[in-house]
């Protein structure tokens, strides 16, 4: 996994994570089978709203999901997970970039500050915080604990 900040501030009413999925195996990897998770604090009790503003692969070849963590652990109560609706990926290929936005139903703000997945660099690097699953195993990263 890899991930950017297109967000502007980390204390707005929106988290903006960048995402892209990297095929490090040796062989076609089945886009269906891949779950992607970005860990973060709902900084309260409002419904967070998902939005896809753009993706390489198109918007409507992605699923996504706030998901409660049914324990909250430090830096994080829930995560954005992202699915794919087909499609595979080849060895040492990527899906392109992901731009995904997050906000409030009441459009309080967050705090990313205090969120497990947030990072600040402005370009694709690889990230341990952000995970993914490949037919329900843990493929890459750590999950917060």
Not at 44 to 51: E, I, K, L, R
């Amino acid at each position: 996994m890899q991930y950017k900040n297109n967000g502007g501030s980390a204390t707005d009413g929106e988290i903006r994570p960048g995402l892209q999925v990297v095929n490090t195996g040796t062989g076609t990897l089945n886009l269906s089978t891949v779950k992607v998770r970005y860990y973060f604090t709902r900084d309260g009790s409002a419904t967070v709203n998902v939005f896809c503003d753009y993706a390489q692969l198109g918007c409507g070849n992605l699923t996504t999901a706030v998901v409660s963590l049914p324990t909250p652990v430090n830096g994080a109560d829930a995560y954005l997970e992202i699915g794919f609706t087909g499609g595979t990926l080849a060895a040492g290929a990527n899906t392109g970039e992901m731009q995904l936005r997050m906000n409030k139903s009441d459009w309080s703000s967050f705090n990313e500050n205090n969120d497990y997945s947030y990072g600040t660099a402005t370009a694709f690097a690889d990230a341990t915080k952000v995970t993914a699953y490949v037919s329900g195993t843990l493929s890459w990263g750590v999950i917060p604990s």
